[in-house]
């Protein structure tokens, strides 16, 4: 069993600052490819960022200058560094990861997701 949990939404003004987390647990061989999305209300989820296990990173163009995706692979967590917030960065938050763990001793390679966590930017 694979476990992402997010942590750090919340409610805050709008030019401010939050860190997400989102922490990987279960049975893991190896963590590849980690990233965040976001799903506002009413749109499709879209993509942030994301940051390979080298540490190479790629993001969203609109999202390049706010924020920072970064990990620490000794703790299976990933981090989401959102500054200069704005009310339309309102929505839920979801990261992901591409986890291979061996069962039987075959490896596979799944993706997933965590719950979500609420950013609202809101004066």
């Known amino acids: 069993q694979v476990q992402l949990v997010e942590s750090g939404g919340g409610l805050v003004q709008p030019g401010g600052s939050l860190r997400l987390s989102c922490a990987a647990s279960?049975?893991?061989?190896?963590?590849?490819?980690m990233g965040w999305y976001r799903q506002a209300p009413g749109k499709q989820r879209e993509f942030i960022a994301s940051s390979t296990s080298g540490g190479s990173t790629n993001y969203a163009d609109s999202e390049r200058v706010r924020f920072t995706i970064s990990r620490d692979n000794a703790k299976n967590t990933v981090y989401l560094q959102m500054n200069v917030l704005k009310p339309e960065d309102t929505a839920v938050y979801y990261c992901?990861?591409?986890?291979?763990?061996?069962?039987?001793?075959?490896?596979?390679?799944?993706?997933?997701w965590g719950q979500g966590t609420q950013v609202t930017v809101s004066s």
């Open positions: 992901n990861a591409d986890i291979t763990y061996n069962r039987g001793g075959i490896y596979y390679t799944n993706r997933y």
């Open positions: 279960g049975s893991i061989f190896r963590i590849n490819a």
